[in-house]
């Protein structure tokens, strides 16, 4: 009785099949984490603009930074997470105990190439009108015009919210 085993044919057939898949499955898995931290990024930006809602109705105006940009990066001031001088100021902790931080900044094309110290989360007001964002962090599709999240001046790497009716979105 004679034995046959695999050919080197047969066996690099599977190996390549095998090869394939487990390449698909990455590119499938880095999607879904990819879509999984922007999912986190708009809902971070959703529970600032609740909180951004209750500062107003508490004092009558936004947390206010004298319409400049500032953020939790070197770009726009390394401002910390918590306190007076917080991205967001005076919101901690008395209507949030931190800030949410951007945990996984990513280079981009464009205006964010290259430029991680660009890529976090980053807060204008007037006290008036307010603009929040994901800077430099949009992972997957971009939203259109007529999307939540949808920044005019920035459509293709940012993630915005503002107060309702404001002027400050084309900021």
Same mark, same amino acid.
């Given at each position: 009785?004679?034995?046959? %085993?695999? /050919?080197?044919?047969?066996?690099? #057939?599977?190996?390549?099949? =095998? @090869?394939? &898949?487990?390449?698909?499955?990455?590119?499938?898995f880095?999607?879904?984490?990819?879509?999984?931290?922007?999912?986190?990024?708009?809902?971070?930006?959703?529970?600032?603009?609740?909180?951004?809602?209750?500062?107003?109705?508490?004092?009558?105006?936004?947390?206010?930074?004298?319409?400049?940009?500032?953020?939790?990066?070197?770009?726009?001031?390394?401002?910390?997470?918590? %306190?007076? /001088?917080?991205?967001?100021?005076? #919101?901690?902790?008395?209507? =949030? @105990?931190? &800030?949410?931080?951007?945990?996984?900044?990513?280079?981009?094309?464009?205006?964010?190439?290259?430029?991680?110290?660009?890529?976090?989360?980053?807060?204008?007001?007037?006290?008036?009108?307010?603009?929040?964002?994901?800077?430099?962090?949009?992972?997957?599709?971009?939203?259109?015009?007529?999307e939540?999240?949808?920044?005019?001046t920035?459509?293709?790497?940012?993630?915005?919210?503002?107060n309702?009716?404001?002027?400050?979105?084309?900021?």
């Amino acid at each position: 009785m004679q034995k046959r %085993g695999f /050919t080197l044919i047969e066996l690099l #057939v599977v190996i390549a099949i =095998i @090869g394939l &898949l487990a390449t698909l499955a990455v590119v499938s898995f880095s999607n879904s984490t990819a879509k999984t931290r922007d999912a986190k990024r708009k809902a971070d930006l959703v529970q600032m603009q609740k909180v951004l809602e209750l500062y107003m109705n508490d004092n009558g105006s936004y947390p206010s930074t004298a319409n400049n940009w500032w953020g939790n990066c070197g770009s726009f001031g390394n401002h910390g997470l918590t %306190g007076a /001088t917080a991205y967001i100021p005076n #919101v901690t902790p008395q209507y =949030i @105990g931190q &800030l949410p931080n951007e945990s996984h900044p990513i280079a981009m094309a464009g205006a964010c190439a290259s430029n991680l110290a660009n890529s976090c989360y980053v807060y204008r007001s007037d006290g008036t009108n307010y603009k929040l964002l994901s800077l430099c962090n949009v992972e997957t599709t971009p939203p259109a015009a007529n999307e939540a999240f949808y920044d005019p001046t920035r459509p293709t790497w940012s993630f915005a919210v503002c107060n309702q009716g404001s002027p400050s979105c084309a900021w």
